[in-house]
């Protein structure tokens, strides 16, 4: 699949890469992907966060995402679902924290990988990601698979990442409308993409 991605989607996967290493993770996530993102310019990925105003509020994304790392990877639906059932999420966090310390339910735990290996596995909610990525690009008839594609595969994953990038605005159906136009149904025909060029 990696062959049909263009350019720019292959640096946000070589990116996300970069974005583990450097934070000790042992495997590529969804988070790695859209921090990657945001280091990408002249991309539809980049002209859809400038558009939507999320270009200037990456610091509030890393916030949310780190949010999430320390409620051990729970979605705000995950923690609402918990709180029905009278569990206080914020309540275990901080009790737990108090006794193990800080951060002590963070999801990404560092392994240690042999020194020879420099391979870095996706976790399966990343490769569901470059997955879906693809269904989203053959479902619109574009015969590559670019950034935009892999920032709607991000939006339409249930998760953390899919509930960050709508609290800041970003949904599927902006980030549709902001990569590749109004819909059909708009009257507007999307544009079909063949290369990581910007709109």
Known sequence: MFERFTEGARDIVIGAV???????????????????MFEQEGTRASFAFAALGLAGRRASV??????????GGLSKAETEALAGLGIDVDEVVARV???????????????KRPRWSKHRPFTPGAKATLSRSLRIALGRGDRAIG???LLLALTARPGVVSEVLADHGATYATVERAVFGAAEGDGGAPGKIDSGETP
Do not use: F, K, N, P
Not at 18 to 36: F, I, P, S
Not at 101 to 108: I, T
């Open 147 to 149: 950034d935009g594609h």
């Open 97 to 111: 924290e108090e006794s193990h310390g800080e951060g002590a339910l963070r999801v990404a735990v560092r392994r």
């Open 18 to 36: 970069g974005h583990a290493d450097r934070a000790g993770a042992a495997t590529v996530t969804e988070e790695h992907l859209l921090l990657a």
């Open 62 to 71: 890393e916030h949310a995402l780190r949010d999430a790392r320390r409620r």
